[in-house]
């Protein structure tokens, strides 16, 4: 099996290490064994038919080749790239960026960055932040990404009208034609007809992958692309996690296995809030794209046997060193309600020495002559250790180091987490009751036709809950 530079360490989990009133026993492990069995058989054959939406996308080599083309010419063209999405449609786009690109991309002059375009992933429609962004652009110069899976959220909608109507005022109707690339489903959706209609180019997100499983595909590749990202090695890499994710037992397949540590822990010692904790800057984003991956597909009221659950872990992004500094007190000593994973990288890709401090000054002399990689590791480890201490439970995904590959596997390994995780609860993680409930309710407020049964209810609750109980100051 080809490996992708990660290893987990999941010994801080353990009854052995940690105690057991915290940690799992072999036993437990043992004990779900047959189930993650069960899970991976019934995953593999899902695979194996196609039904498994996101697993095709690493293996879509020609859209791959389609997306770098675009990306290429979209890059020769302006100075910036704008993402217009939300969720799905923006969270994928943002990590690849974050993890991939220099920690200052859009802040560098153009030759520093391979003379590539900055990228912005403008997810909200906060009236200054927008706004803030228009001031910023100039749209001479600038390319604007429209993502929304569905087609119809109104955030993603509601942005794409005031960018085109800049764009046009700006640029005529002809070059923003040009300057527009509208990523959506083949068939569903307001956004693909009038994209079709204005002429703008077109990207499909496949029917069967939802949002928070489509940063394989052109939601999340031409913003990567179009930054120079090397999106092949990021296939390649999604591609080698796949093999591993698909075999049968805890022991061999490592998306089970995580998957299998949170389920424990979560049903069974309470541990209803897992932490992601990466010691990376470049990772935080990818805890942020986790956060929404892990939230919408496991918090669900119903089983798939219709049986009221209220599942789910609440998922909980973190920054090391930086959070020593303001969450680990909670989680060394508030409840015990949750579950660290730490982020880790062997192989930092910057090394930053520190200079050694002026003789005879005890305080400062124990740094000189380290570095900076170091420092944050000897943190990381400390941490680590300390919460063992205090019997919490952690583990730790180390990369040996942040690659497009070795991202393309991590990513690729928690969409996979997320699917076995779904399975030993047994509920569905690929739809969002919830969030499209929030969508309309959205179009119900905002007046849009066929939605009036709606409105009265929500006028209905408002006047419940007219504001009664407030307090000025
Ligand atoms: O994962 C999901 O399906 C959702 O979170 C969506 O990504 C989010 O609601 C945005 O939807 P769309 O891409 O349809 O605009």
Request: net charge positive; glycine share 10%; charged share 20%.
């Amino acid at each position: 099996m080809r490996t992708c530079g990660i290893q987990i360490d999941y010994t801080k989990m353990m009854a052995a290490c940690i105690g057991p009133e915290h940690g799992i026993r072999p036993a437990e492990l043992r004990g779900i064994a047959r189930r993650g069995r069960t899970a991976a058989l019934s995953v593999a054959a899902a695979v194996r038919t196609g039904g498994l939406g996101f697993s095709k996308l690493p293996f879509a080599g020609a859209v791959a080749d389609e997306v770098r083309r675009v990306a290429d010419e979209i890059a020769g063209e302006v100075d910036t790239f704008v993402v217009l999405g939300i969720g799905g449609s923006a969270l994928g786009a943002a990590a690849l960026h974050a993890a991939l690109a220099h920690p200052f991309h859009n802040l560098l002059p153009r030759e520093k960055r391979n003379r590539r375009p900055r990228v912005f992933v403008l997810d909200n429609v906060d009236p200054e932040f927008v706004a803030g962004a228009i001031d910023l652009l100039d749209f001479k110069k600038t390319a604007v990404s429209v993502v929304t899976k569905s087609g119809g959220t109104a955030e993603t909608l509601a942005q794409c009208l005031v960018f085109l109507k800049e764009m046009r005022r700006r640029l005529g109707t002809r070059l923003t034609r040009r300057r527009v690339v509208v990523t959506t489903d083949p068939e569903r959706g307001a956004l693909r007809a009038f994209a079709l209609r204005e002429g703008y180019r077109l990207f499909s997100v496949p029917p069967d992958v939802g949002g928070r499983f489509s940063v394989l595909s052109p939601v999340g590749l031409l913003p990567a692309a179009v930054s120079g990202l090397d999106i092949v090695s990021l296939l390649d890499g999604a591609r080698a996690a796949h093999d591993a994710c698909l075999a049968p037992g805890l022991a061999y397949n490592p998306a089970l296995l995580l998957a299998a540590l949170q389920h424990i822990s979560c049903v069974e010692r309470g541990k209803t809030i897992a932490v992601m904790m990466p010691y990376s800057n470049a990772l935080a984003g990818v805890a942020d794209w986790f956060r929404q991956l892990w939230a919408e597909s496991l918090g669900k009221r119903l089983d798939r046997a219709g049986a009221v659950v209220h599942a789910g872990q609440t998922p909980v992004r973190a920054l090391g060193a930086t959070d020593q500094h303001s969450q680990i007190q909670l989680y060394m000593e508030g409840p015990a309600d949750k579950v660290i994973t730490f982020l880790g990288v062997r192989g930092y890709r910057r090394t930053v020495r520190i200079p050694a401090a002026p003789p005879g000054d005890d305080a400062l002399d124990y740094l000189g002559g380290a570095t900076m990689d170091d420092l944050i590791g000897a943190e990381q480890r400390a941490t680590a250790l300390a919460l063992a201490e205090a019997g919490r439970p952690s583990m730790t995904i180390t990369l040996d180091r942040i690659s497009p590959r070795a991202l393309g596997a991590l990513l690729y390994l928690f969409q996979m987490q997320t699917v076995f995780a779904a399975e030993l609860r047994g509920i569905n993680a690929f739809d969002q009751p919830g969030v499209e409930q929030g969508k309309r309710l959205t179009c119900a407020m905002m007046g849009r036709p066929g939605y009036g049964a709606l409105r009265r209810g929500i006028a209905r609750s408002d006047r419940r809950c007219a504001s009664r109980c407030a307090l000025s100051l």
